[in-house]
């Protein structure tokens, strides 16, 4: 009897997860300055090969399964699997840094790296089969993090050599998490109050959306650099010939023209995102709403804006996490944030600084999208009540 494949996403994950064995596991150095080198699985624990090997085995056992018990045993086993992988991180940094010396610095390895990603990738896929209901995802996804930052907290990773930089750079690490939290919220609050009646305005008069959306299109194909680098001469100009706005922060390089950029960069989406979601709303429904006597201040705020809600987020959201990602690039006018970490690590060929600026960064992009997928998800679970 031929076998047969039932999850071939899982099995693809699987044997990939087994080609990267022959990858580094850590990356060991014998101080900060010294480039490292890979080290293999079985180079840092004798006996780590074979649990590994046991667990991908039973992943691609259950991949030849079908039902949602196989579902919920392969999110149980990949879930389990990263945290152990997390954990055993941890362990390899601390025994090299007793065995070696305690100067040594240890990362994770390439293989490491993948290995973490595709159980995550393996956790993903059992979620999307388990459960079509966007909250009850949500919740899913959400608990994978539960066990790493247990063992983060607890303290079982701070021989890794990014937990050592961060002990070393705590202070300056905070002020760039709270300048890149600025830079992000400044450009969410004055992007709403220009985009959102941007659209409203585009949205009454179709014949407008064609020299506005024209105009945001060209600003959004500006490459961000070249747009900030724009901005600094019209700003110091601008502060020369009034230098009280300097008194209020304004300048020709740092959080200015920064924050300008990034508001003109959110401007299109948002606008769209109020048009498209407008213009989705069922005509024979305001029909109703104006036979029923309801003024047009009445029609927009009970149904229009309820309706219309959801686009609005996701392009809100869109803009949250592109926001999150280009605020690095804005450190190189002097705006701070995680950017200045990364433009610092690679002046001094740091690879834990770059990484020190960069995975917080992907970290915070993935708060925000997540805390914008469950605003969607409590919106639809209240329209499927």
Known sequence: MPITCHNRVLMLLALVALAACALPFVNFAPNRLVSGEGRALWQVWSFGL????????????????????????????????????????????????????????????????????????????????????????????????????????????????????????????????????????????????????????????????????????????????????????????????????????IAGTGLTPALIALVLYALLPLARGVVAGLDQVPADVLESASAMGMSARQRFLQIQLPLALPLLLRSLRVVAVQTVGMAVIAALIGAGGFGALVFQGLLSSALDLVLLGVIPTIALAVVVDALFALWLALIEGKKDD
């Open 50 to 249: 074979v649990p590994l090997v046991a667990a991908l085995g039973l992943i691609l056992a259950l991949s030849l399964r079908r039902g949602r018990r196989s579902l919920i045993l392969t999110l149980l086993v990949c879930e389990l699997l990263f945290a152990l992988l997390t954990w055993s991180a941890g362990q390899a940094a601390s025994h090299l840094a007793s065995v070696e010396t305690p100067l040594a610095r240890t990362s994770i390895g390439s293989g490491l790296w993948l290995w973490m990603a595709l159980c995550l990738l393996a956790c993903s896929d059992a979620i999307r089969r388990l459960t079509r209901h966007p909250l009850w995802r949500w919740l899913l996804h959400a608990q994978l993090w539960i066990l790493p930052l247990a063992l983060l907290f607890s303290g079982e990773l701070n021989h890794l050599s990014l937990l050592k930089e961060y002990a070393n750079r705590q202070e300056i690490f905070d002020n760039a998490l709270l300048q890149h939290l600025t830079i992000l919220i400044g450009t969410l609050v004055p992007a709403l109050l220009i985009g959102i009646p941007v659209g409203l305005w585009c949205h009454r008069r179709p014949s407008r959306q064609g020299g506005v959306f024209a105009v945001l299109n060209v600003i959004q194909t500006i490459p961000s650099v070249a747009l900030f680098g724009l901005l600094i001469a019209p700003l110091a100009g601008l502060v020369k010939a009034l230098p009280a706005l300097a008194s209020l922060g």
